[in-house]
């Protein structure tokens, strides 16, 4: 099955600067890496993902890379805010039916104005 | 916060007692998962389940059990086998059979063991 290490645990940064979370994944045949917020008291949010046929994907502050041979993906936040301070998770299929996904031990970010 | 619900939000039991945790969904969804969440353990895959009638043990399936005789719900139980059943649960759903879509996750419910 499949196997997601994220690194690092906990991320500190001051606002406006970029914050980069990285995961590594084992089974090469994975397709999907979505990556997810978690607010303080909240439920998990999906807020951008990634499919193997792209290297990379941005949505405003937000982009994933995907580096396919290396095995690894990447989450990087620009101009960072106080409140993009959450637990985000990444996650890829847990097997090559993907039909569940199998998630990171989650990266606390914090964000100090 | 419509589409998918837990119940309830906290939950306290004696040891040695099996408790039932609810998730309801009305998104119309075929796939719905259980997570349990940890302290600096992420989420973890407990059960999961793509069509009514059938699911498949996830990484921790040991110590709980489940049921999906409506495709609107998905209720798990914490039996007394469950080790160490504090935690946090998580319940999720998605479109259509597979993972590459995306999950909607339910409010969570704290389970607390005494």
């Known amino acids: 099955g499949e196997n997601v290490e994220q690194h690092p645990s906990t991320l500190s940064v001051q606002e406006g600067d970029s914050a980069v979370i990285k995961c590594t994944y084992s089974d090469s045949a994975s397709n999907y890496f979505p990556w997810y917020k978690q607010e303080l008291g909240k439920r998990p949010q999906l807020i951008i993902d990634i499919r193997s046929n792209v290297g990379e994907k941005k949505d405003q502050r937000i982009a994933v890379t995907l580096n396919k041979t290396a095995k690894h993906f990447s989450l990087h936040i620009t101009e960072t805010q106080p409140e993009d301070s959450a637990v985000y998770f990444c996650a890829a299929p847990a097997n090559q039916a993907g039909t569940a996904l199998i998630f990171g031990k989650g990266t606390t970010l914090s964000v100090s104005s | 916060d419509g589409g998918i619900t837990q119940s309830p939000k906290y939950l306290f039991r004696k040891e040695g007692q099996n408790v039932t945790l609810s998730c309801e969904q009305n998104l119309n969804h075929d796939a719905m998962y259980w997570y349990r969440q940890d302290p600096g353990q992420g989420l973890r895959l407990i059960y999961y389940?793509?069509?009514?009638?059938?699911?498949q043990k996830g990484d921790i399936a040991e110590g709980y059990s489940v049921s999906r005789e409506k495709k609107e719900s998905f209720p798990l139980t914490v039996t007394s086998a469950q080790k160490n059943p504090t935690a946090f649960y998580l319940c999720?759903?998605?479109?259509?059979?597979?993972?590459?879509?995306?999950?909607?996750f339910g409010q969570g419910t704290r389970l607390t063991v005494v």
């Open positions: 389940s793509q069509i009514v009638n059938d699911f």
């Open positions: 999720a759903s998605s479109a259509g059979t597979g993972a590459n879509t995306e999950a909607f």
